[in-house]
């Protein structure tokens, strides 16, 4: 059964892709954030992808139109209660998201399901929240959500075959690929990736070769698409610092521990592309 109506929560670079992919996939889509200035410019940048799209001809400017008719701004939770699923896509903090799932629990209907795209929360614990956590998943988009195939479908332990199999339907109508993966920390792609984003930063701490370099070996050497550093930078330096903190504290295993150069670097606000100043210079 196609979802028809979508919420999501959070209008930050994640939160605006994944309304802007559910929207192109037919979805009306209740944008929410507690920041007016936030929504404003998730709706410009949602633009903004759309006429790219439209120039490279992948879609229409009929297309582009009817996307941003079924976008609706809102800064009251209670006008995401009826939707089919919500998903949510705030700051990785367990503090911010066990206040937010649940409010969310009780101003939705009892059938809507609940999913986070977060980084590297355990699912389960997030589902314990709720009164609902047969109808809590996790939707890990990757970034940038428009252009990424990815979806890991996370299932925590109290997830129903039912929810699992909406979500990862979803997946599909939004023309990605699901994976589904289970609740264990940093789930397959943070398990993997950030430990390796880590060395790469004790790599230029410990001075072996500038960022530049370092870099450069992964992409001509590995053929990866964009150096670790360079990657760090576009996830933001604080999301990369918490999904550590959260692999170090849950699996109490040193090799997780994370660079103090990336400890200095978000105390210092340099956090990336988002403030203009990371490992590069925006």
């Not at 701004?73 to 919500?86: E, G």
């Not at 809507?112 to 997030?126: F, V, Y």
Request: include cysteine; charged fraction near 20%; aromatic fraction near 4%.
């Amino acid at each position: 059964m196609k979802i028809e109506q979508a919420g999501v929560v959070g209008a930050g670079t994640m939160g605006h892709g994944i309304a802007q992919v559910l929207a192109q996939s037919g979805c009306e889509v209740q944008l929410y954030d507690v920041s007016a200035a936030a929504l404003d410019s998730a709706m410009a940048k949602i633009d903004l992808s759309l006429a790219r799209l439209c120039q490279k001809g992948v879609i229409s400017s009929e297309q582009r139109a009817q996307t941003l008719t079924r976008l609706i701004p809102c800064s009251r939770l209670d006008a995401l209660a009826h939707c089919r699923i919500v998903i949510e896509a705030v700051s990785e903090n367990s503090e911010i998201k066990h206040a937010l799932f649940s409010e969310l629990d009780q101003q939705c209907d009892p059938a809507t399901i609940l999913a986070s795209n977060t980084s590297a929360i355990p699912l389960t614990r997030i589902a314990a929240w709720t009164q609902r956590a047969d109808r809590v998943i996790g939707m890990h988009f990757m970034n940038p959500v428009p252009l990424m195939a990815l979806v890991e479908v996370v299932r925590a332990l109290q997830t129903s075959d039912a929810t699992w199999k909406i979500v990862s339907d979803l997946a599909r109508q939004l023309g990605k690929t699901p994976v589904t993966v289970r609740d264990a920390p940093g789930f397959v792609s943070n398990r993997i990736l950030m430990p390796m984003i880590n060395e790469a930063v004790f790599t230029l701490y410990e001075g072996v070769a500038d960022a530049a370099g370092i870099d450069s070996v992964m992409q001509l050497g590995m053929h990866h698409p964009m150096g670790p550093l360079a990657l760090a930078d576009l996830i933001g330096l604080d999301t990369c610092l918490a999904i550590m903190d959260v692999l170090y504290q849950s699996l109490r295993d040193s090799k997780y521990r994370a660079c103090p150069l990336l400890i200095q670097m978000v105390e210092a606000g340099h956090l990336g592309r988002k403030s203009g100043q990371g490992f590069y210079q925006y």
